[in-house]
């Protein structure tokens, strides 16, 4: 997946062996949306969005949060929690070996950056993953750093904006274990809800899975990113159940839309103008004295 | 229980063969009585099926767990339950076959079961999707949970899915959303549940229905977070071949997850596997359950919740670093 990374064809695909496509490489890139060749800077200074045609790039989740929220205003949360490889679990590689490899690569040291951001003047709880990072991927470590940011919200009464790029779901690696962080995020989630808490879901290119049938699909408010792939099952596994063509623009952020399960698609630039219109909508109630 | 000759599983052959002597000697010794012979026999045969019973690997477990002739939630509520009333519907797309819903009573108790249906012939199974719900299956569950809860009844669900539908039709009509909501409004529901995985239980579209303040599997069932097929596909990149060992890396058994304190208890079936006799199995199941609410049912709503939420809270493997090392 995003092959159409920044940095480097391989950036995100999890496979050094891919030869790299394009010209990506060095000051120029081409477009995947208008087949136009970009100047990478303009790109990078434009939030990589394609400035011809508005494709949304990838972008990593440290970018993201420079470009959202109010400059110097990010307090990072929760990055001393480390995956470990609770099954020893090898397939072609172990997973200790990738976790250090995922580390090395992305400078990141999981799939998901939290902590407390201010957009113009406003603070809110800000959960981002990042799809270079093992696709994503949901393990014990991005399942306990999004429930303590969402424990974190209730108990400041703060707005929690999760915004969601992970291809991979729940991570393989991890086995039930990953499977049980979509249960246990989304019990954190209840327990904010009930606490009169306001969720806005930021979907992103890709948000699949056990990522997408839980915590992505929850917010009380969902936006989606143009022409993301957001989808349950993978285009790959149900053209291999149905046999049928499926339908053009499946699985996108405005199939989504027409379907009735986004609220709005949101041009990268414009978020943080939409994330502080709902918060003023949207306000927490003062907590009930009891 | 008889099991067709088309259903034997290939690890289950020298079982089988055993069995067919053993009923050669036992037609031959007509009028005879038990012979010493006849009695060797049936314990060689006894032994043999808990020798290969007790060294089943992840994979063989999983064909086990998905033998055709394995008991379904049907079998489960006709051999349980005194009675079964069946509700239909989600009230918004339509009614889900691949699960089923209806008050059944249990001993002393009313609840409401919930439970996938894989279908028994070809035409039942084509009816209930093998046991892959779509979004309505989980609207279902949930409407129908919710009025569990508005009469304080307890809730069981069997989980046997190879997942959520994965089709054109689940999509637009939201397999993400349907589940993850049942994810959520299960987690606050404030009457009991009891989940248990009967054979096969695989990703998100058995959680979907699998959150609860009890959570067992049957000895040869399994828990996932993806079918071993669709895990070699992924990781491996070579199709389904390397399924087995998908299978044995995922550490998808019940003995793996109790010991990873995903699940409660293991609850044993009869020698040589659930679908050799289906009522010793329904037997094991009814005793588990009634011990479940006897635990849980006098618990109030807000108990229940505060406990589910802890149980999931807990669930994860992690280290938590010091900027002087690791802890």
Redesign the interface.
């Known amino acids: 997946m995003n092959q159409e990374s920044l940095e480097t064809g391989d950036k995100s695909s999890g496979n050094q062996r891919r030869p790299k496509r394009g010209v990506p490489e060095g000051l120029f890139l081409r477009c995947p949306g208008c087949g136009a060749t970009l100047y990478k800077k303009d790109v990078e200074r434009n939030q990589n969005v394609c400035p011809e045609c508005d494709h949304h790039f990838y972008i990593s989740a440290r970018d993201r949060i420079t470009h959202l929220v109010d400059s110097d205003s990010f307090e990072e949360w929760f990055d ?5 490889d ?2 020893a ?4 590689k172990s997973y200790k070996d990738r976790l250090v490899d995922e580390r090395k690569r992305t400078k990141l040291n999981e799939a998901i950056v939290c902590g407390r951001a201010f957009v113009r003047g406003r603070p809110f709880v800000a959960a981002i993953t990042d799809s270079a990072f093992s696709m994503g991927s949901m ?3 991005v ?2 750093k999004l ?1 303590r940011s969402i424990e974190k919200a209730t108990e400041l009464r703060l707005p929690l904006v999760i915004i969601s790029a992970s291809g991979g779901g ?15 995020v ?6 904010y ?2 606490a009169g808490g306001l969720y806005v879901s930021v979907l992103t290119n890709p948000t699949m ?2 990522v ?7 917010g009380d408010i969902t936006l989606a990113e143009p022409k993301a792939l ?5 285009p790959r ?2 053209w291999a ?2 046999r ?1 063509e ?2 053009k623009g ?2 996108t952020s405005e ?1 989504l839309l027409a ?3 986004v609220d709005r698609i949101v041009h990268r630039r414009s978020l943080r103008d939409e994330l502080a219109n709902i918060f003023d909508y949207c306000r927490l109630k003062p907590k009930p004295s009891k | 229980m008889a099991v067709s000759s088309s259903l034997y599983l290939p690890f289950e052959k020298p079982i089988y063969e055993l069995e067919a002597q053993l009923s050669e000697l036992e037609a031959n010794s007509n009028g005879k009585g038990v012979t010493d012979e006849v009695r060797k026999m049936r314990r060689d045969l006894d032994n043999l099926v808990r020798k290969v019973y007790e060294n089943l690997s992840a994979w063989q477990t999983v064909q086990v767990a998905r033998h055709q002739a394995r008991p379904q939630s049907s079998d489960y509520i006709e051999l349980i339950f005194e009675e079964f009333f069946e509700l239909h519907g989600d009230r918004a797309i339509g009614d889900d076959k691949a699960i089923v819903t209806g008050f059944a009573k249990l001993g002393d108790y009313r609840v409401l079961v919930v439970g996938h249906q894989k279908g028994k012939n070809t035409q039942e199974r084509s009816e209930r999707f093998f046991g892959c719900a779509h979004p309505e299956g989980y609207r279902k569950a949930l409407e129908k949970m919710k009025l569990a809860e508005k009469y304080g009844l307890p809730v069981i669900c069997m989980i046997d899915t190879p997942g ?5 039709g ?8 349907m ?3 049942n ?3 299960m ?2 529901l404030k009457t009991p549940i009891i989940c248990t995985v009967i054979g096969e239980g695989c ?2 579209g058995a ?2 229905i ?2 609860g303040d009890r959570v067992c599997m049957l000895q040869f069932a399994y ?4 079918s071993p097929e ?2 070699s596909g ?4 070579e199709g389904d071949s ?1 399924k087995e ?2 299978a044995e ?4 058994t019940s003995k ?2 109790y010991r ?1 304190g ?1 699940i409660d208890d293991v609850v044993e079936e009869p020698l040589g596997g659930a679908h050799r006799d289906h009522r010793t199995a329904a037997w094991n199941l009814k005793s588990v359950w009634l011990r479940y609410l006897r635990e849980i049912s006098h618990l109030s709503g807000e108990e229940l919740v505060d406990q ?2 802890s149980k ?2 807990r ?8 900027a002087g090392g ?1 802890t």
């Open positions: 001393n929690l480390r995956s470990v609770p099954l679990f090898v397939d072609r393990g014990s470590v399942g306990e429930v729940a991570r393989m690696q991890e086995g039930i274990l990953s499977l049980m962080q979509m249960a246990k989304s019990a954190a989630l209840a327990k809800d009930d899975g056990g997408a049938a839980s915590f992505a699909s929850l957001i989808g349950f099952a993978g596994t149900i159940t149905v049928l499926l339908p499946f699985q199939f379907h009735g399960f | 959520a539908y994965p089709g054109i689940a999509e637009q009509r939201g397999q993400s959303l589940i993850a909501n994810l959520l409004e987690s606050r990703s998100g959680l979907g699998g959150i828990y996932s977070v993806i669709g895990c992924i990781l491996w990149k390397h060992e998908a890396a995922m550490k998808l793996d997850l990873l995903v589910r939420y999931f809270r669930m994860g493997v992690f280290e938590e670093a010091s690791t």
